[in-house]
């Protein structure tokens, strides 16, 4: 009897499992909002000069999720929602990137320089 009930409870488990796996998680209009927030901060940072398809395509994506939210197609906004969320954080690594890369190229130039003297130093042109 025991094992009978045992195998009820996961049998039930594994259909409660399923189905949360199945629902989406829903979206809101604040949601949505606070993507276009974040959005229009990337826009006027670097993200927005650096990252600019990305923006774009995180802008669509988050106008789609309007459309469909609109239309009462709640997985499907939820999805657009989340692909938007990916593009603005793919935007931000994407500028972060282009910075320190900057940083290093003005780091190599400083450090080229400075070998430069080094090496007069060495040769005793500089005292």
Known sequence: MQRV??????????????????AAPAISDAQLAQLEQRLAKAATSSA?????????AAKASINDAKISLAAGKDKLAAKQAELA??????????AAEK??????????????????????YRQGEEN
């Open 48 to 56: 927005g000069e650096y990252a600019k398809n990305l923006t774009d």
């Open 5 to 22: 009930s045992a195998l009820a409870c996961i049998v039930l488990m594994c259909f409660s499992i399923q189905a949360m796996a199945a």
């Open 85 to 94: 969320d990916v593009q603005l954080s793919a935007a931000d690594a994407r």
């Open 99 to 120: 910075e320190l890369l900057e940083k290093v190229a003005i780091r190599r130039s400083e450090l080229k320089k400075l070998e430069a003297r080094l090496e007069r």
